[in-house]
């Protein structure tokens, strides 16, 4: 948004507004900087959608920023403070952080419950201090770092109809834990040998093989088909977008599926942005055809 634009929007609303405005501009910067497949998903969706999805990323990402990468800091310290200022946003409507301004405004106008993003602040608290997981712990962790950010997006798609949320409920979660799934096999490297951390209970990661790789392919197959079976019932308006992050993933997990296990372990998995942009034809193509 230029000085210009800020003039012009500033002469014809009050203030509070102008904050907000560019609060979701700052959501969108943090969006498309970090993740180009994502914020194509959501250009699919109806514009009246697209900010409180950008609202949500941007929350999402920061906090992962703050256990990922900040190094040189005391993490723990900042998460703490990071969740102590979404609270305290979310209470007042307001922050001076425009990211959580953003994200609380999204939280008030959808009625999303304070225990989903409590649950994904959880998990992200997991990441510093846990490296190995069995069932139930990984359990716990996708519930928070992938399936609730799927919930939080429902209760935006779903405008308050608490009937549709509770139907499709079960079949986000699936999709979210697709979504993380696929995200692990493709951070292999950066996950295990970065930061030791290893998120298959049962699989020894230092001996990946066919076999094992197999294994999480086949669980990821059972998610990604009970989470379809849920974008086909939103509401016409953000199944695009959806289906377009669905296809995208499909996509990139058949790579990782026809590529060695030492391959996976060893190089990022990534999809080309020219088969990004197919994927957007193919995708709005078959939603024009009512095929999804």
Do not use: W
Not at 239 to 250: E, K, P, T
Not at 268 to 288: E, G
């Amino acid at each position: 948004m230029t000085e210009f634009e800020i003039k012009e929007l500033a002469s014809g609303m009050d203030y509070q507004k102008l904050f907000n405005k560019v609060s979701i501009s700052c959501s969108k910067v943090v969006t498309r900087s970090y993740s180009t497949s994502f914020s194509l998903g959501i250009r699919c969706l109806d514009k009246e959608v697209q900010d409180p999805i950008y609202a949500i990323y941007g929350f999402v990402r920061f906090a992962d920023e703050i256990v990922d990468t900040f190094h040189d800091f005391d993490k723990q310290t900042l998460l703490d403070r990071f969740k102590q200022d979404t609270h305290r946003a979310v209470a007042e409507k307001i922050s001076l952080n425009p990211i959580l301004n953003s994200f609380q405004k999204t939280v008030n106008s959808f009625n999303i419950e304070a225990s989903l993003y409590d649950q994904f602040l959880k998990s992200m608290e997991m990441d510093l201090t846990e490296t190995e997981y069995d069932q139930q712990g990984i359990d716990e962790y996708i519930l928070g770092s992938a399936q609730v950010v799927g919930l939080m997006c429902l209760r935006v798609f779903c405008k308050r109809d608490d009937a549709m949320y509770q139907r499709l409920k079960a079949n986000a979660m699936h999709l979210g834990a697709a979504f993380q799934k696929i995200n692990f096999l493709r951070d292999l490297k950066a996950d295990f040998k970065g930061m030791g951390r290893n998120y298959f209970p049962g699989i020894d990661l230092s001996r990946f093989d066919a076999e094992s790789k197999r294994k999480i392919e086949d669980n990821i197959d059972i998610d990604f088909k009970a989470g379809f079976e849920g974008i086909k019932q939103l509401p016409h308006a953000v199944r695009l977008g959806m289906y377009v992050a669905y296809v995208y993933y499909y996509a990139l997990f058949k790579k990782i599926k026809n590529t060695p296990p030492e391959r996976v372990m060893n190089q990022r998995i990534r999809i080309r942005n020219r088969q990004k942009l197919s994927i957007l034809a193919y995708s709005y193509v078959k939603h024009q055809l009512k095929l999804i």
